[in-house]
């Protein structure tokens, strides 16, 4: 089993590409990319992001993100205690 903390790096490092990759970017492409992030989690302990990452629910809402307040964009991600585990594909 890969490491929490390889995941929980490379898996912010992934999500943060994704969000500045995009051509034309808002919040609801930080959504869909967390929510892509958040289907490769195979472990949450607590049920923090399987619970709380919800289409219904504002981004900036969500337990562990974090958005700018003049732009209400996903700024950072503090996931670092929730014990995820996971794999993320990449080509």
């Known amino acids: 089993m890969k490491s929490t903390w390889f995941f929980l790096v490379y898996s912010c490092c992934m999500a943060v590409s994704c969000l500045t990759a995009a051509p034309q970017t808002n919040i609801t492409t930080d959504k869909y990319a967390l929510l ?24 900036c809402n969500w337990v562990g993100v974090a958005c700018g307040k003049h732009h209400h964009r996903v700024t950072a991600l503090n ?5 995820l585990e996971g794999t993320i594909l990449h080509s």
């Open 36 to 59: 892509a992030l958040k289907a490769r989690i195979t472990s949450d302990p607590h049920n923090l992001i399987l619970t709380n990452w919800s289409i219904t629910t504002p981004v």
């Open 79 to 83: 996931l670092s205690y929730f014990g």
